[in-house]
C-alpha cells in the first residue's frame, strides 16, 4: 500500500484518483505508523514552500520523513513535495528538510523562449523531460512523452542528483533524487497515460523493494 502524504498542504485527492484508476492500494494519512508501514510514500503539495514547511514542522512529520528516508523508504516528491525536498527555497525565504543538497529558486522573466520571447511565469503548461541518467521511473515511457508543470519556482539540487531536464527559457532540474528518492517537479497524476504509467513503476519498485 502506498501512502499518501497529508499534510494540508498538499493535492492528496488527485494523487488518489490516479492511484484508484490505476488500481493501487491506498491511504492519505499522517499517522506516523501507517506511514512506517507503507510500501512507499508519495509526498505531493500545492501552494507556498513556507506554509508547506509549516504544516510539516507542526505535526511533526518533517523528522519523520527524514527519518523514513534515512531508513531507504522508498518516496516520491511531487511538484512543492519536490521542492522542499532540498536545503533551501526562495519561495518566503525557506528552510527546507535538507533531505537532497540543494536550493529552490525562482523562474527569472527575463529568460526567453526559442522564438526570443520572455518567459512567463508561472511556467504552466505540458513540457518534456530529458533524462540525464537512468530511472525506473521513466520504464516504457516514450521520450518524447510530455508531462504538466505548473510552478513559479523550480528545484536546483547539486548536479549529481539531477536525473532530468526540462527547457523553459533555459534547462532547469525537473527530476532529481537517487534511487527509491525521487522528486517530480511536474504533476504526474494530471498527466495523463504516461504520469500514469510513472506512478505505476514507482507502485512496482516499492513492491520490489518490501520484498528485498
Known sequence: MLAI???KA???TSVQRALNKLDIPNVITSDPDVLSKATGIIFPGVGAAGQAMDELTAGGLDALLKDLVSKKKPLLGICVGCQILLDYSEENDTKALSVIPGECRLFNPSWVDYEGVPIRVPHMGWNQVELKQDCILFKDIDPEAYFYFVHSYYPAPEEKF???????????????G???LWAVQFHPEKSGNPGLKML??????????SDA
Open 10 to 12: 498538499g493535492n492528496q
Open 178 to 180: 537517487r534511487e527509491g
Open 200 to 209: 505505476s513503476n514507482f507502485y512496482e519498485y516499492c513492491k520490489e523493494a
Open 162 to 176: 539531477i536525473i532530468g531536464e526540462t527547457i523553459y527559457g533555459r534547462p532547469f532540474c525537473s527530476l532529481h
Open 5 to 7: 502524504l497529508d499534510y
